[in-house]
C-alpha cells in the first residue's frame, strides 16, 4: 500500500517560518512528479508547488520568492521551506505524488494516480 504522511504542521506567526516534510513508501519504482496544494476553509484546493523527478519546479505566483519545495527523487521525500508566511497561507496541507509507479517482483504497475496524505494544517495569525 503506498502512503504519503505529511508532518511538520502548526502555528506561526506572520512573518515567521515553517518546514513541511512528506514522506511517500510502499513498493515504489517511481514517482514523476511530488508537490504541495493547499485547501482553506470554503476554498478549492489549489497548488503551491510541485518538482518533478528531473528537477523542474513549479510555484504558485501568490508563494514565489517566499516557499522553496526541495525533493529527494531517491528516497520519496519533499519538502516545502515556508519563509515570511501570511495569514492567507493558513490552511490544510496535502502532499501529493502523480505518475507514481509500484513493483512486485519484476513487475512494474502504474498506481492509482494522483496520491494524497492527510494533510497537516497550517495556521498563521497575525
Known amino acids: 500500500q503506498v502512503q504519503l504522511v505529511e508532518s511538520g504542521g502548526g502555528s506561526v506567526q506572520a512573518g515567521g517560518s515553517l518546514r513541511l516534510s512528506c514522506i511517500a513508501s510502499?513498493?515504489?519504482?517511481?514517482?514523476?512528479?511530488m508537490g504541495w496544494y493547499r485547501q482553506a476553509p470554503g476554498k478549492q484546493r489549489e497548488l503551491v508547488a510541485t518538482?518533478?523527478?528531473?528537477?523542474?519546479?513549479n510555484y504558485a505566483d501568490s508563494v514565489k520568492g517566499r516557499f522553496t519545495i526541495a525533493r529527494d527523487v531517491y528516497r520519496h521525500t519533499v519538502d516545502l521551506q515556508m519563509n515570511s508566511v501570511k495569514p492567507e497561507d493558513t490552511g490544510v496541507y496535502y502532499c501529493?505524488?502523480?505518475?507514481?509507479?509500484?513493483?512486485?517482483?519484476?513487475?512494474?504497475?502504474?498506481?492509482?494516480?494522483?496520491?494524497w496524505g492527510q494533510g497537516t494544517q497550517v495556521t498563521v495569525s497575525s
Open positions: 501529493n505524488a502523480d505518475g507514481l509507479k509500484t513493483y512486485r517482483s519484476v513487475h512494474v504497475f502504474d498506481g492509482a494516480n494522483p496520491y
Open positions: 518538482a518533478s523527478r528531473g528537477g523542474s519546479t
Open positions: 510502499g513498493n515504489i519504482f517511481i514517482i514523476e512528479t
